[in-house]
């Protein structure tokens, strides 16, 4: 995340802008509300079905009250923080992603620590991720059980999908800022390959997704960047917390990549490089009242 193009870090600005980058490839017109244009679809090899004629904001409002609720306890989740409760999230994600508008719960005061982990889909529609307790990742490298160093929490293939809640996703990355190459090598045991300090996870990544909606929770101090979504379509960010601190090594808040019609509002966002970053292969982003400091703002392209 060097700082070509961009002067300066700009400390505690307020935003209201709207930016609409057109790839070469995908130049798509935008209705006023942004959800109505017939698209093609971005995901590439993906069967879903993008065309779509009526302009909505369903998506906000996808919690269901009446949904069948998968709570993590019940999937055998200690919630204590110290114990890996791997397993039962990605039991219980399984048990609620077969079920349509399946809301999965983590409750306040829940502590679920766990490993790197994908969430995969496709899913039945309408699942929904109530976060209300804490998500946290296990403390730095040398408890980093799997060799998976692109992201802590991999979402992937899921469309029609929510996150919410007042609860946090908290990345522990200050085990991870300061480290060198070559500690980081001594510390993730058992590898051949070479690793360098890039090599740090992001805390959320969304692959390969349409239609997803994060909203309300806070996301804390990834080892890298804290949210990013790559070759994603539909992608609504709102009242969202994301914070890292300034001094943080190349901990972005929102990465974009290869990605459609993508709103972000209503944030604060402070953290140790861009508040967002907006790389290679994205149309029709849409950024409004976002607060960024400290951090480098927002930057376009790679
Ligand atoms: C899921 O939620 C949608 C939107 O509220 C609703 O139209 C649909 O009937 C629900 N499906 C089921 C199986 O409950
Ligand atoms: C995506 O959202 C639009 C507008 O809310 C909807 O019409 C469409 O069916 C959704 N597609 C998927 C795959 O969820
Ligand atoms: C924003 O998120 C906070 C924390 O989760 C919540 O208390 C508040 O109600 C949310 N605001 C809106 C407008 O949804
Ligand atoms: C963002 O905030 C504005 C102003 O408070 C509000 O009108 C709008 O509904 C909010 N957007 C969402 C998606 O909550």
Redesign the pocket.
Known sequence: MSNNGVPNPIHYWLLSIQIFLFSSSALNARTAHGWGTKHQNPIKGGSHNLGHGSSSSSVYD?Y?PYSPIFDVPSFGARGDGVSDDSKAFQVTWSAACAV??ATIKIPSKFRLLISPITLQGPCEP?LVLQIDGMIVAPGGPRMWLKPELLQWINFKNLHDFVIQGRGTINGQGSAWWWITPRILQNQLTNRNSRYDDTMKPTAVRFYSSLNLTIRDIQIQNSPRCHLKFDNCAGVKVTNLSISSPGDSPNTDGIHLQNSQRVEVENSTISCGDDCISIQTGCSDVNIQNIKCGPGHGIRHGA
């Open positions: 996808s269901q349509k508008n309408g």
